[in-house]
């Protein structure tokens, strides 16, 4: 589908149906597959040769949408995952362990910044943090001996700085590691972070691909560009036998596939966080509209967020598409169309006109969740952030009083009405 408009490839990638088999993507309901020789079973265990056994590793549902997503990056191989949150952990694990050492933007997504900074600490792998508008040379600072990865959001949820990747990247390459990005905001549709430079790219698929609120999932895309050979020292799971496939070496035997064949053959094996088919399927559905939801949603974002900008009980909005924005520069350069249905603002009345201005909207819900049709609305200081304490919260971006806005398809008029009684 690589010739096709993404338009096209939202609709058509991923799934090819033969001469008289199902025109929609059939969801494989089933947890295992039949061979009826013992002897090729054997063969997929040590990945001699490529095939379905057992749903874990691999089924054909999520592999065609997985395929879809790839197609939609620019990618050369992905898979899907239960939840956001293990394709951000299984695309650090694949490369690192006890012992290394990661760069992270601190402008992060909370249970992102939660993963790398504790729990990822309690397994040897440390990460610093670094402002995402550092200077190139303070970035060079934060580089190790052992540092293995470079990570950032593309919109940092809720902080809605963009990040420049294009310097992240540079600097990420000229130490000899990937730069992962975390593209879930912009999507595809609006960014493909591999043009400029990324060398993997995670989604949490439960927002805007999703789009309707209904699945919780996850996705990795690899682009097939960082040469792990050249950095074998650094990368020795992909470039050194693997014992328990009889010593295979994955860049050898899968070349630009190797990264997601390893992920698939070693964490999701052991891990086990595969998203179901199921919810594949739904997924699938949403990724299909994908093209026609995010210019919508975008274009009422910004009309929410003039809206906001002119209100007299408003003290500050952030809408990295609106003129005037700190990151409206970085957001025409790498999203030009539109950004995301997101926006953020804060009330002169502060954290408490914040919390009772939310209990008044009607339309436009209080949930923990963003990025789908129905508009809603979250304090991250009261809920995604609350374990923060205050200066983290100032690093990942996110004011005590800030109201993270997640600007929906509705019509733009009839959640502007809203939001105007609320603030009466
Ligand atoms: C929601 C979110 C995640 C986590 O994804 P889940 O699917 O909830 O696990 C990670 N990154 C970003 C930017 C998110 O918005």
Not at 119 to 139: I, S
């Given at each position: ?30 947890t ?52 956001g ?9 694949n ?6 050492h990661?760069?992270c ?15 990822l ?26 540092t ?24 990420a390459?000229?130490h ?15 960014c493909?972070p591999i ?10 698929t ?18 097939g ?8 020292d650094?990368?020795p ?5 693997d014992e ?49 939801r ?6 009422n974002?910004?009309?929410v967020?003039?809206y906001?900008?002119?209100h ?35 009330l002169?009345?502060?954290?408490a ?8 909207l ?15 609305v979250?304090?991250?200081?009261s809920?995604?952030h609350?374990?923060?304490?205050e ?17 929906g ?12 009684q609320?603030?009466?």
């Amino acid at each position: 589908m690589s010739d096709f408009r993404i338009e096209t490839k939202c609709i058509q990638s991923g799934y090819e149906p033969g001469n008289g088999q199902p025109r929609v993507l059939p969801i494989y309901q089933s947890t295992t597959f039949r061979y009826t020789s013992s002897e090729q079973m054997g063969r997929l265990f040590d990945l001699e040769e490529s095939g379905y056994f057992y749903t874990r590793l691999q089924n054909p549902t999520n592999d065609a949408v997985a395929a879809k997503i790839c197609d939609l990056e620019g990618g050369a191989a992905a898979m899907l995952t239960s939840s956001g949150q293990s394709a951000n952990f299984y695309s650090v694990m694949n490369i690192a362990g006890a012992g290394d050492h990661i760069i992270c933007s601190s402008a992060l997504y909370g249970g992102t910044y939660n993963l790398y900074a504790h729990t990822l600490k309690k397994m040897g792998v440390e990460a610093t943090f670094v402002d995402p508008d550092c200077t190139p040379e303070e970035l060079e600072g934060a580089f190790r001996e052992n540092t293995k990865a470079v990570f950032g959001e593309t919109i940092a949820n809720p902080a809605l700085v963009v990040l420049d990747l294009e310097k992240f990247a540079k600097s990420a390459h000229a130490h000899g590691v990937p730069f992962i990005v975390d593209n879930t905001f912009a999507t595809p549709i609006n960014c493909r972070p591999i043009e400029w430079g990324a060398d993997i790219v995670i989604h949490s698929t439960t927002k805007y691909m999703d789009g309707h609120a209904s699945c919780v999932g996850g996705a990795i895309v690899d682009s097939g560009n960082f040469d792990w050979e050249a950095h074998s020292d650094k990368f020795p799971g992909l470039t050194t036998p693997d014992e328990t496939y009889h010593g295979i070496v994955y860049t050898q035997k899968f070349g630009k596939l190797a990264y997601i064949t390893k992920a698939t053959a070693q964490l999701m094996r052991d891990l086990g966080s595969i998203q179901s088919p199921q919810n594949a399927f739904l997924l699938n559905l949403g990724l299909e509209t994908l093209h026609l939801r995010m210019p919508r949603h975008c274009e009422n974002a910004l009309a929410v967020a003039r809206y906001l900008k002119n209100h007299e009980k408003v003290a500050w909005v952030s809408c990295p598409s609106l003129p005037g924005d700190k990151y409206y520069d970085l957001a025409q350069k790498y999203m030009p169309n539109g950004s995301c249905g997101v926006l953020t603002f804060g009330l002169k009345g502060g954290r408490a006109a914040a919390v009772e201005m939310m209990d008044k909207l009607k339309l436009v819900a209080i949930v923990t969740h963003v990025a789908d049709a129905r508009s809603c609305v979250l304090h991250p200081a009261s809920h995604t952030h609350r374990q923060m304490n205050e200066q983290e919260l100032v690093e990942a971006g996110v004011q005590p009083d800030l109201i993270r806005f997640s600007v929906g398809i509705e019509h733009v008029e009839d959640i502007i009405a809203d939001v105007e009684q609320a603030l009466l």
